[in-house]
């Protein structure tokens, strides 16, 4: 194979993650990541890489940090609406105040359309913020429900007004 130019080497990693990772929106660690990076990327606080095993998904400038929860799965129960929820298992301890816990919560749902669809496009994407208070009220020890949300009174807005919203009152 002849060399590469520095744009023929992008591109073929281009095609690479195309052809590896084509549809985004199949797993749920994709989605997770996604969410992760569009959040970090509208706070300006991405960190230069991602670390898998960091305390916290994000933290800003200031110093707020952030646990980042995305789903993209609705599960139809007969007869009512799409009901979402998020696997919070791995932060019972924090939510327990065994560890430290992220000051705001950030919990994401992706509604894409069938068609090919652009995962880091914020139209797809709805919020709810909580506070490190409110995360101490979740009661559960494995899924968090969107009704549990609301029922803190959480409000679901466009991904879009995340950086007008943050950090929650």
């Not at 990541?33 to 569009?38: D, K, R, S, T």
């Not at 995305?70 to 599960?75: E, H, V």
């Not at 069938?114 to 490190?132: E, G, K, N, P």
Request: with cysteine; glycine share 6%.
């Amino acid at each position: 194979m002849k060399s590469l130019t520095k744009l023929g080497r992008a591109l073929r990693t281009i095609r690479f993650y195309k052809w590896a990772f084509g549809d985004l929106t199949a797993s749920d660690s994709d989605i997770g990541m996604a969410a992760e990076y569009l959040v970090g990327e509208i706070l300006d606080c991405l960190p230069p890489g991602r670390k898998v095993n960091a305390q916290f998904d994000l933290v800003t400038k200031s110093g707020v940090s952030i646990e980042v929860k995305a789903t993209s799965k609705p599960y139809l129960r007969k007869g009512r609406s799409p009901y979402y929820h998020w696997d919070i298992s791995t932060q019972t301890a924090a939510i327990k105040g065994e560890r430290p816990l992220a000051d705001v919560w950030i919990f994401l749902i992706a509604k894409f359309p069938s068609s090919s669809v652009d995962i880091l496009d914020y139209r797809y994407w709805r919020c709810y913020l909580a506070t490190a208070a409110q995360a101490r009220t979740f009661t559960v020890k494995q899924f968090l429900a969107e009704s549990a949300l609301k029922r803190l009174g959480l409000v679901s807005f466009p991904l879009s007004e995340l950086k007008q919203r943050f950090p929650p009152a």
